[in-house]
């Protein structure tokens, strides 16, 4: 049975674990998203030699665990200290909070490039025609024509991947980090009441979400306010 007394005392240590949560959240999300744009704007090309090594690079990552994508960075790339202390990228990979921040931007990089690789393609090929026939350069037309059409399509899926980013941030507690899960893990091994903490840690994660999905709905209605009154 559930302990009350115990859940509710236990809130206001879980909920310290939140600004390192959202930090390795948002960090990631904002670069996984320009490079997630890069990497959709180069698939729109048509050279091999460089569309099929980032088809590859995209694949890896999508095709492999997150977990294991941190394990391999933390753990696997400190087998390389000094290469990397040569190169001077030792003080990224020997912090595992850089770590994090590198295996959650690549991961949501590959999954996000999908996604706004699909909805540049599903922009209407008349659009692109008749901004040329206007007399804008390419440039003009991808930034002020294509990209705005395709970000509003894509809201929606890549709202999806912004909620399982901040879920995915619970991993980062294999390497130490003490973020909500993490220290949930630390009160579990000093009370062994799992059931309590994890829900606890739960509600916490389903409230960041509600949130979240509640500003995407707003930002959607905002960049396409027919749809509200359909």
Known sequence: MIDLGFFLDI???????????????GTAILLGFVLALALALVLQGSNPLIVWPVRSLVALFRGTPL????????????????????MGLWWLFR?????????LTLNT???????????????????????????????LTLRFVILPIAFRQALPAYGNEIILMVKGTSLASVITLMEVT?????????SYRAIEVF??????????NFLIVRALTALEVRL???????
């Open 199 to 208: 829900a606890a840690a739960g509600a916490i994660y389903l409230s960041l």
């Open 11 to 25: 809130i206001p240590q879980l909920l310290s674990g939140v600004p390192l949560t959202l930090q390795l959240a």
């Open 67 to 86: 977990l294991v994508q941190i394990f391999l960075i933390y753990y696997g790339l400190g087998q390389f200290r000094p290469s990397l202390q040569a």
């Open 95 to 103: 912090e595992p909070y850089w770590c994090a921040i590198l295996a």
């Open 109 to 139: 990089a590959a999954y996000g490039s999908e996604i706004l690789r699909g909805a540049i393609r599903n922009v209407p090929r008349a659009l692109n025609e008749a901004a040329q026939a206007l007399g804008m350069s390419r440039l």
């Open 182 to 190: 993490g220290i949930a893990q630390g009160l579990i091994s000093q």
């Open 224 to 230: 396409t306010p027919y749809r509200s009154r359909s």
